[in-house]
């Protein structure tokens, strides 16, 4: 373990477990897309853990730089190199409120969600809560914190602000040239950075105004794509997560319950896709063909599996 050194900004002490290859990050002109894991444990002495990107079992990916600001995280990135882990210790001030940042990105989250655009005591007073128990016994008492973070990877790209995640010659564009191609693979690695860029972005405004409503339409209509592409991976149960998402929040989504449907059906979980393609009907009558279509599709592939055994699609 290396010798600890202040960071240069108030509260953040870094400590290098171990030195990396590459070099620090720099930005020049466009934004940078870092993956890391992170750990974050308690000030104490059985050095609690309280989030583990390991333990969750993949790494997280944050756009970080020109306009794309989360506070902590991009100074305490922007300090390492490839392949380093660093261990930072930050007061509380700097507390909570990133953990809860941290902890939604990890999960796939907006780190600014409606019901968590405001951070710390405001929010607290507001809704009685942060979501998680553990957050709101730190919030009631704040101590120092512990982040050990290792970053893997660093890749660049530039961007025109949000227009540049959709138009046609960007990178929605582009996973949509890819996905007529049936390169699912890469057309997913190009729908999921546009939908990183627009979640970036969209953290700037305010939640459930008219800007904020605009950006969240685009991110919507990218992860549907992605799901397109997820299904035809058969990779069904992360469709069902990211449609249900959609729905929670956008409940009108009909394309998402669509979705949801299909690959609700290609798990055998009837009861929640006939629930689904309900709702698809209610929201659209005029899907009534395609529902039919896809519920006769599912009857003749159960009597296929009845006959033959499973049948891989």
Known sequence: MEGSMMMGVEGIKKTILHGGTGEKLKFVTGSIIVTFHFRTQLCNDERTVIDDSKKAGMPMEMVIGNLFKLDVWEILLMSMNIGEVAEFCCDVITGVCHILSLRRIAVGKNPVDWHIHTC???????????????????????????????????WTFKYDRESWALNESGTCGQGNKLFKQGRYDEATLKYKEAIMCIKNVQTKEKAWEAPWLRLEKMANTLTLNYCQCLLCMEEYYEVIEHTTDIINQHPGAMEAFYL????????????????????????????KKTIKKERSYSRTVRRSRNVSGAIRF
């Open 120 to 154: 710390g005591i405001p929010n607290m007073f507001a809704y009685n809560s942060l979501g998680y128990d553990d957050l709101d016994e730190l919030q009631k008492e704040p101590q120092p914190l512990y982040f050990v973070m290792e970053l893997l990877k660093v």
């Open 260 to 287: 949801c449907g299909k690959a609700h059906m290609e798990v055998w979980n009837e009861a929640e896709a006939r629930d689904d393609f309900m709702s698809v009907l209610d929201l659209d009558p005029g899907m």
